[in-house]
């Protein structure tokens, strides 16, 4: 029985110290689950806050892409106005020089008949009324030269009224087309800056959305070590 006595003092010392490594592995399981817990928690808010952001963002980008969608309809519409009053005044170019060229050629004609009239020689009257067959022809004469006469000045009045008038009509179309321009100017920039600014909430967006899904991904795997 005396000799028994050390091996079984022995074998208790033994189990003491596995009771003692049980206990510290029970222990560190223990602490590791609840830093685990507490990561857990921890991860949970900071994914709910982030969706709460990214919820609150999508209400500003649909705003956003609203607003840029209606200054974009309007800039089209500015273009497309701009594009008419631009062919419009290519239109009414074209007809003032068209009107300029007649108008010159008009007058040319016109000085080339008198300077014709009073360098020629006129005859004496009675060379006139013995190349006429009758008083009749003498003043059918007399009238068709005036009625050439005043043709060519009615021609020309016309062509001079006509070019003015263009010449009007196309300096409105000016004033209105430099308007036209400077409003799509400005529409064109409000619009460049809206998408600047939705753009940038959608990158805002996007980025919460990647840290999310880090979370996310960082919360699976918390909850798969506990």
Partial sequence: VLAAAPAGGHDGHGLTDQKRAVDDKIASLQDKIRHATEREGVLTTEISAVSTK?????????????????????????????????ALYTVQ??????????????????NRRNIQIYTSNPPDAVSVVLASSSIGELV????????IGRQDESIAARVKGAKLEMQATRNK???VRAGVRAVTRQISTR??????????????????ADARRLKESALSSVRESK
Avoid: C, P
Avoid at 61 to 83: C, F, M, P, Y
Avoid at 94 to 109: A, G, H
Avoid at 140 to 147: G, L, P, R
């Fill in 191 to 208: 619009t460049s800056e809206q998408l600047r600014v939705r753009n940038s909430l959608v990158a805002t967006q996007q980025e919460l």
């Fill in 54 to 86: 990214i919820h609150g963002l999508e209400d500003d980008v649909a705003g956003a892409t609203s607003k840029l969608e209606q200054l974009r309809t309007v800039l089209i519409l500015h273009q497309r106005k701009l594009n008419r009053l631009n």
């Fill in 140 to 147: 059918d004469q007399v009238e068709f030269s005036n009625a």
């Fill in 93 to 110: 170019t074209r007809k003032l020089l068209f009107l300029q060229q007649q108008y010159r050629e008009s007058v040319t004609r016109l």
């Fill in 173 to 175: 179309t000016r004033k």
